[in-house]
């Protein structure tokens, strides 16, 4: 087992609730292995269900000095991308321009589900996606404009927002999250 030592103990004290959850599991491999297929999303429209459903998603950058940064935000999912809207200055931009390569993570959360015996059986129910992919700044108004359009529909479907302005445009960065690869992971209980 990952972690252990050659003797068998683990290499740092672990409180006894936790220490009989971790000699129940099995081998990191195992589990994961296991895991994985059990909660794997495996329904394309599902997952594009859910990234068309969560109001949020967390953008996660390689920063300057090589140390991940996360940071939440509206977004958008159309024609298989992924798209946001920012500042044209700052860290996450900086990021960016320096490396395309990002990750793109949403959640929608279901319920707790407690547990009445051990805390080994208490969770959370929950859908999840992630994007792994190239996020490219887009240049075109016509295109930013699409966009932004497509944000305000999904966050004020009502309308009544009124026309973009020009001087706004010019200060707003969209950008695109062309998607690599994607996976989806559910627990529904």
Not at 85 to 110: S, T, W
Not at 138 to 161: D, F, R, T
């Amino acid at each position: 087992m990952a972690g252990v030592l050659k003797d068998g103990t683990l290499p740092f004290p672990l409180h006894e609730t936790s220490l009989t959850c971790y000699k129940n599991r099995k081998t990191r491999r195992e589990a994961t292995d296991l895991r994985v297929q059990k909660k794997q999303i495996k329904d394309p429209a599902v997952i594009s269900g859910l990234l068309r459903q969560c109001p949020m998603g967390r953008l996660a950058t390689i920063g300057a000095d090589g140390s991940p940064m996360i940071k939440p935000l509206n977004f958008v999912y159309l024609e298989g991308d992924v798209y946001f809207h920012c500042a044209r200055e700052g860290e996450k931009m900086e990021d960016i321009k320096r490396d395309e390569r990002v990750c793109f993570e949403i959640d929608l959360p279901i319920g707790y589900v407690k547990s009445n015996d051990s805390p080994c059986k208490a969770g959370y129910l929950y859908q999840s996606v992630i994007v792994k992919g190239r996020a490219l700044i887009i240049e075109e108004n016509e295109k930013k404009l699409w966009v932004l359009k497509a944000l305000m529909e999904k966050y004020q479907p009502e309308g009544g927002y009124g026309p973009f302005p020009q001087a706004k445009l010019m200060l707003t960065a969209v950008v695109r999250i062309i998607i690599d690869h994607i996976s989806g992971k559910e627990e529904l209980g």
